[in-house]
């Protein structure tokens, strides 16, 4: 298995958040994970790439025990994150965010750099904003720079936590097609996400996390039928069986 | 760059170094104080500007350049001026030796804990007979030299660390560890997230801050021809420091260059007022940061961005 979570706990402070979860990814999988708000999903992700260090259990990357590894020291071995709450450098400008991926994440010097920098910011539409201050990017952009900084790294494993929130449906197509052709390139994905349609369209594998325990996993469609995972989504969009997420009718401009 | 802007450094650095034929003893003494004072305060601004750390006992640093080169040279009657390098070593190698200790401090407890180190350092060096206890010690190897040449000779030392300094940085920031330095100041999570060792970066930028104090401490010192462990170790230094970076612009190369002509110009206008002068000083420091948080620079640059030392990535 490339990625394997065993028996792993993560409490904060007292509050125990993941109590006990064992998963096993393999290599090029294209995971969804959804979940209700607080299920510990971020909380996952912080253990798997090393922001949180787990009060015990282990993490496996391609077998090998990387639960000692600091968060840079598993960037170095190919695990990039988003963060859902946008993390920029802000004293930096968009190019200058990419370019430290690119040069500590993906270990590139020089021109190298600067062209896997260029190449996210072009994958995620911002080369034109590439010499703007990161500070000065609305929360969506924000939400773009994590995942140009996250592809600028040149990871094996993706971790994506909630990049979609907020796009319009065709920046929603547009942004499945580019993580789509980022795992058939050979990275393995791991996508938080609350737009399940978005998900269920791509991910071939569904994996529904409540209270930081696993309570369905396996193709999307069936978990999807899952009665638990039914009540947990219940009046959201899971009836709907069109394959792109459609214009909810009567839109937010109803309100103003 | 501009060809008119090389020839007016080359022009600016000239007059620099013919200061000895121009200008009198206290002018040269005046200018060693400018720019071992600016080097330091180019030291804490790199460490608090672009790494996030708040060293209130820098001053320690200064103490040690300043013992080690006193000691080397006064022991065994060695030249001081070839001392300066071993200063340089001796105190990164110090800087090197607590920077575990010190880099499991965490914010302020960092701050507090370099002003603690300052103080057990100054307080052992005063209960060492074998660095003259209190009392300090001489430069007695620069008896036989003229005081032309002593005064200059002091002189272009400091010329060289200021200007050194300056380029050592700026060669830093513009390089791969400038950029980690950048990103961890802005955030260490992130920095780590994208690949960044946040500690060695932190722990680099440590030792460059303590070369860079302990040799221009080493020079401040051959001036004084005396050094003593409570004007070494003594947190005025720091402090001026801190008000120049502040006054400055704190995170920018052209901050220290400003704050330190403002504050000799205060000293020079206003000393004489004794405390009031310092109460002053005080109060400047804190309106800078009330009212201008980027310091005199982020005035200067408002309106349009300048970036003289080309330190900036741009994507062309
Ligand atoms: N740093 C923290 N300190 C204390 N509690 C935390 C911290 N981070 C998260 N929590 C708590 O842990 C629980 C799980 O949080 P987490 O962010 O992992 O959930 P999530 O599944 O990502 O939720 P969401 O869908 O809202 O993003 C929540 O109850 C949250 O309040
Ligand atoms: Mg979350």
């Known amino acids: ?256 | 760059m501009k060809s008119s802007k090389i020839l007016a450094m080359l022009v600016l650095l000239g007059v620099l170094v013919a200061l000895p034929w121009i200008g009198g003893y206290a002018t040269q003494r005046l200018m060693v104080e400018v720019f071992t004072l600016y080097a330091i305060a180019l030291a804490w601004n790199l460490l608090a500007g672009y790494g996030g750390i708040v060293a209130v006992g820098q001053h320690v640093f200064i103490g040690i350049g300043a013992y080690s080169l006193f000691f080397l040279s006064t022991s065994f009657g060695l030249n001081p001026w070839l001392m300066l390098p071993a200063a340089v070593v001796i105190t990164a190698l110090f800087a090197l030796l607590f920077a575990l200790p010190m880099f499991r401090l965490r914010g302020a407890y960092f701050a507090v804990g370099t002003w603690v180190l300052a103080e057990i350092t100054r307080i052992a060096v005063l209960n060492s007979d074998w660095l003259g206890a209190g009392a300090g010690m001489p430069l007695s190897t620069m008896m036989g030299i003229t005081r032309w040449l002593r005064n200059a000779g002091i002189y272009w030392a400091a010329l060289a660390v200021g200007v050194g300094s300056l380029g050592v940085v700026w060669w830093l920031l513009r390089g791969r560890l400038g950029l980690a330095l950048l990103s961890v100041r802005d955030n260490e999570a992130a920095a780590a997230a994208s690949g960044v060792n946040v500690l060695r970066t932190k722990v680099i930028l440590w030792l460059v801050a303590a070369a860079i104090t302990g040799l221009a401490g080493a020079v401040a010192y051959m001036n004084t021809l005396q050094v003593t462990p409570s004007a070494s170790f003594s947190l005025n230094w720091t402090a001026a420091a801190i008000f120049i970076a502040v006054l400055g612009g704190i995170g920018t190369l052209e901050g220290p260059l400003i704050g330190v002509l403002v504050y000799f110009l205060l000293r020079e206008m206003f000393s004489s007022y004794g405390s009031w002068y310092f109460i002053v000083l005080g109060c400047i420091a804190i309106l800078t940061m009330l009212l201008a948080p980027g310091g005199a620079w982020s005035l200067l640059t408002r309106r349009r961005p300048l970036d003289p030392f080309g330190i900036r990535r741009m994507l062309s």
């Open chain 1, 1 to 256: 298995m490339f990625l394997e979570l065993g028996d792993v706990r993560k409490a904060y402070g007292r509050s125990v958040v993941i109590p006990g979860l064992s998963l096993a990814v393999g290599e090029g999988e294209f995971v969804g994970v959804i979940g209700p708000n607080g299920a510990g999903k971020s909380t996952l992700f912080g253990v798997i790439s090393g922001g949180l260090v787990a009060d015990s259990g282990q993490v496996k990357l391609a077998g090998a025990d990387i639960s000692r590894i600091d968060a840079a020291g598993r960037c170095h071995l190919g695990i990039a994150r988003t963060f859902q709450i946008p993390q920029p450098f802000l004293g930096l400008t968009v190019y200058e965010n990419a370019l430290v991926s690119a040069t500590f994440g993906a270990k590139l010097d020089g021109h190298e750099a600067e062209a896997a920098a260029c190449q996210a910011l072009e994958q995620t539409g911002l080369l034109p904003l590439a010499n703007n201050a990161a500070d000065t990017l609305t929360l969506l952009q924000r939400k773009r720079l994590e995942l140009a900084r996250a592809i600028a790294t040149k990871p094996r494993l993706l971790l994506l936590d909630e990049v979609a929130g907020g796009l319009t449906d065709a920046e929603v197509i547009e942004l499945l097609e580019l993580i789509v052709r980022i795992n058939q390139s050979g990275v393995t994905v791991l996508w938080i996400e609350h737009l399940v349609h978005a998900l269920v369209s791509v991910a071939q594998r569904l994996v529904v996390l409540a209270e930081g325990q696993i309570v369905a996993d396996g193709k999307p469609r069936e978990v999807l039928e899952v009665p638990a995972v039914r009540e947990t989504y219940l009046g959201s969009d899971l009836d709907d069986d069109n394959e792109v997420p459609q214009p909810q009718s009567g839109d937010s401009h109803a309100a103003c």
